[in-house]
């Protein structure tokens, strides 16, 4: 079984940046950010193969987020900078088996989801 607890969310002002974290126990190959925004769908933000460390990141948040893990600690991270008021959302952690990188941002390929940290920029 793989349990995730996240931290580091926050209120920030538009332009700041804010880093989140998500310790994770048991097995699995890849790990993911996901958010859902008020009235908004699930997105996948950004992800990473665990092993080979290779990254995935939506068009919204190129060049503005970036996921890294720590093998030693078992955590990834999403260093979240010039955020913008459309980035406010619930954010999770996920992990998983995605034996292809096309679904890699897609939720419906993780087993095991975080309990969220909610991210929020103001204006």
């Known amino acids: 079984q793989v349990q995730l607890v996240e931290s580091g969310g926050g209120s920030v002002q538009a332009g700041g940046s804010l880093r989140l974290s998500c310790a994770a126990s048991?097995?699995?190959?890849?790990m993911a950010w996901f958010r859902q925004g008020p009235g908004k769908e699930r997105e996948g933000v950004a992800a990473?193969?665990?092993?080979?460390?290779?990254?995935y990141y939506a068009d919204s948040v190129k060049g503005r987020f970036t996921i890294s893990r720590d093998n030693a600690k078992n955590t990834v991270y999403l260093q979240m900078n010039s955020l913008k008021p459309e980035d406010t959302a619930m954010y999770y952690c996920?992990?998983?088996?995605?034996?292809?990188?096309?679904?890699?941002?897609?939720?419906?390929?993780?087993?095991?989801w975080g309990q969220g940290t909610q991210v929020t920029v103001s204006s």
């Open positions: 990473i193969y665990f092993r080979g460390g290779s990254t």
């Open positions: 048991g097995f699995w190959t890849t």
């Open positions: 996920a992990a998983g088996f995605v034996p292809v990188a096309a679904r890699i941002l897609s939720g419906s390929e993780y087993n095991y």
